[in-house]
């Protein structure tokens, strides 16, 4: 195969890579609050009774900002059912996945995992079936000092400090027919902006996420995104994306090519925003917030049958799986200048890089490809002048064999490169424009027996990174040899 050769300078820089793209969506979804984070009956649970076991491994991931409740739960959801005493707190019936909830885990609960992981927390307030005022009402709860109804009740609760909650979504999905309280644009845009008000009046600090398109599939997609913008104005800092990708069609080399999908999305929701900016003639524009995205397609059940914790929506990973999650990534380096957060959905059992099976635990091909990129991540993304060769798919006439992005930091240059070839070795030449590469510190690599290889609880190990030796640097530049259905991530020192 023709030799791939990337090049970078640090004169040609996208803007700085924001830490919040590493984050992660816990949702009230089948298994992943109870039996994932948080099973005080497992011998891993700790004294708040999350599972020590999960959470270890959810540190190791480096996850930086987690969205909670939800997801369609939310717009369902009532955040004083999740607080106070757990024997006086309701059981109800939750319609989005049709499932029992307790409501044992909720803001304390949350706040508290946030703590012990190092997390931001991110919240999605109910414009459902909620109110504006009762977003505003957990504004104060969370943000607020003690002296007020709200603010005294997390008192009460245990929490005399304010949890300081910065990043809020008006809603989630709000464009889809299947939310709860789904309305048209114009109508969703005239009660985010009243929510945001009440919210921001609350708190001048915080941020607020718009409801964005659901995907590109939808038929409102782009209008939707204008409408809501032009009706909240200044009062939307980021708008959402997301995005689900699959191979059903078995199509593998279509597959591995959705990272120039995920580029489209990005490129066409941010020039929505910039038309508005532009429309109305202001100096602030919304940014783009990624909070649900992940690969989806083996497991589509979504009923919960009326039942504590079902079995939902649990995915095994494979190999090709994990590459198109090192997608992701690299379409979001690439556009660090506008892409301010992103969410990894979800982190537990439902659509994640982590399983519980009892006690037992099984780290997913996919948790080892985010975990390359987020240890990885501080920094300016550069742009990448790539030349090399390509291929065909379905939906795309020229795909880049190799998919790559870089991140330059204080004292290091990152670079990640994705071999797309099902069958083929692909040879790669990094250099700098600006001057000769440093010393390699480290390098490792994610690849396996085939594109449908796994881990299992019986054998863990089939999809891992590995330390990657054969890296060679001469005359300032670096090369390397990356196996088919590869994922490379380099670290080089001045």
């Known amino acids: 195969m ?62 930086t900002i987690v969205r909670y409740p939800g997801g369609n739960f939310v717009s369902g959801y009532h955040w004083r059912d999740g607080v106070g005493p757990r024997e006086q707190r309701p059981t109800v019936r939750e319609l989005a996945w049709q499932s029992i909830e307790p409501n044992h885990f909720g803001t304390d609960e949350f706040m508290r995992l946030c703590r012990k992981l ?15 005022e009762e977003a505003r009402h957990w504004v ?13 009740l997390r008192a009460k609760n245990g929490h005399t400090e304010p949890f300081g909650v910065k990043l809020w979504c008006l809603g989630n999905e709000m464009d889809g027919p299947w939310q709860l309280g789904h309305v048209p644009a114009a109508q969703y845009a005239i009660r985010a902006q009243q929510a945001a008000k009440l919210m921001k009046d609350t708190d001048r600090s915080l941020e607020t996420v718009a409801c964005g398109s659901s995907g590109p599939w939808l038929r409102t997609y782009g209008e939707w995104d204008r409408q ?73 059940e979504m009923s919960g049958a009326g039942v504590f914790a079902p079995h939902l929506i649990e995915e095994i990973y494979n190999l090709e799986d994990a590459l198109v999650v090192a997608s992701f990534l690299n379409s979001f380096v690439r556009h660090a200048d506008v892409v301010r957060i992103a969410n990894l959905a979800q982190l537990v059992n439902v659509i994640a890089p982590l399983v519980t099976r009892g006690d037992e635990l099984l780290v997913q091909s996919i948790y080892h490809a985010f975990r390359m990129f987020s ?60 001057r000769p590469l440093g010393a390699l510190a480290s390098a490792e690599l994610l690849t396996g027996p085939n594109a449908k290889a796994a881990n299992s609880f019986e054998c863990q190990d089939v999809i891992v990174a590995r ?17 088919p259905l590869s994922f490379a991530a380099l670290t080089f020192r001045p």
């Open 2 to 63: 023709q030799t791939t050769e990337l090049s970078v300078d640090q004169r040609f820089a996208i803007g700085r890579v924001d830490p919040r793209l590493f984050g992660g969506f816990l949702e009230h979804m089948g298994r992943s609050v109870y039996e994932g984070v948080y099973e005080p009956s497992s011998r891993h649970a700790d004294e708040d009774g999350c599972r020590r076991d999960v959470l270890e491994a959810l540190r190791g991931l480096g996850l």
């Open 118 to 132: 190092d997390w931001q927390p991110m919240l999605a307030v109910n414009l459902g079936t909620g109110t504006p």
């Open 140 to 152: 104060e709860y969370c943000n607020c000092p003690a002296g007020t109804q709200q603010a005294d």
């Open 228 to 300: 809501v913008l032009e009706g909240l104005g200044d009062y939307a800092d980021y708008i959402s994306l997301h995005r689900y990708v699959d191979n059903r069609a078995d199509d593998s080399e279509s597959f591995l090519a959705m990272g120039l999908a995920i580029d489209r999305q990005i490129e066409e929701i941010d020039a929505v925003c910039r038309a508005v900016q532009a429309q109305r003639k202001s100096r602030k524009r919304a940014y783009l917030c990624f909070d649900e995205w992940n690969v989806w397609y083996k497991n589509m």
């Open 375 to 434: 240890t990885r991540r501080d920094g300016i993304s550069l742009r990448v002048a790539q030349t090399g060769p390509s291929y065909a798919s379905k939906h795309f006439e020229r795909v880049p064999v190799i998919d790559a992005s870089a991140v330059l930091g204080e004292d290091t240059l990152h670079v990640f490169a994705v071999n797309r070839s099902l069958t083929q070795a692909a040879p790669l030449r990094i250099e700098r424009g600006d």
């Open 467 to 483: 330390p990657y030796p054969d890296v060679r640097l001469r005359d300032g530049a670096a090369t390397l040899e990356l196996p």
